[in-house]
């Protein structure tokens, strides 16, 4: 079974400030995704990525950069953070991008926008 | 444009009776849809998904949902429910982005079974 691991779990972090969440796949999935979970909102599609060095853009992408530097690693950057932006942030990871595949999801970070 | 809708935010039931979690949908074209469950305090997981073919699909946990194309809907059911399935339901339908594939859910359904 694929898993998907995230870093850190919980972050507090001040207004403008600079954080950066980690995911890491060990199933060599090509797919990898970044999701935000909002109470009302569901799960909502941040960025994608179908390999190494390779972006697309979701559907709430603003104030979100993400970098896929290796099959297995795909970070979130929020490079001045908002209060907004406190959420809970999944990553998941799927064999191929769409085509009715499964998406594998980690434990999820609970960030904290003061 | 896709959207899904799962119009009942909560749902409250005794274990042993059915289950019916709601979900429908808007896509132009051929849908595929899934069901996630998130259990407390937990990630996500995969239940089931519909591509084609028969209008009941079955997935874990006893679960099986019931595609009706002639109202857009994709209804999660089990029976009897059990109090362990106490967790939140998302809905999901993929659907095109551009060239690639992605996955919109609705807002979810928390279900609550009572002992």
Known sequence: EAAVTQSPRNKVTVTGGNVTLSCRQTNSHNYMYWYRQDTGHGLRL????????????GDVPDGYKATRTTQEDFFLLLELASPS???????????WGGRYAEQFFGPGTRLTVL | AQSVDQPDAHVTLSEGAS?????????????YLFWYVQYPGQSLQFLLKYITGDTVVKGTKGFEAEFRK??????LKKS????SDSAKYFCALEGRGGSNYKL????????TVTP
């Open chain 1, 46 to 57: 941040i960025h994608y990525s179908y390999g190494a060095g390779n972006l697309q853009i």
């Open chain 1, 85 to 95: 932006q406190t959420s809970l942030y999944f990553c998941a990871s799927s064999e």
């Open chain 2, 19 to 31: 289950l019916e979690l709601r979900c429908s949908y808007s896509y132009s074209a051929a849908p």
């Open chain 2, 70 to 75: 002639s109202n857009s809907s994709f209804n």
């Open chain 2, 80 to 83: 009897p429910a059990h109090w």
């Open chain 2, 104 to 111: 919109t859910f609705g807002k979810g359904t928390l279900l």
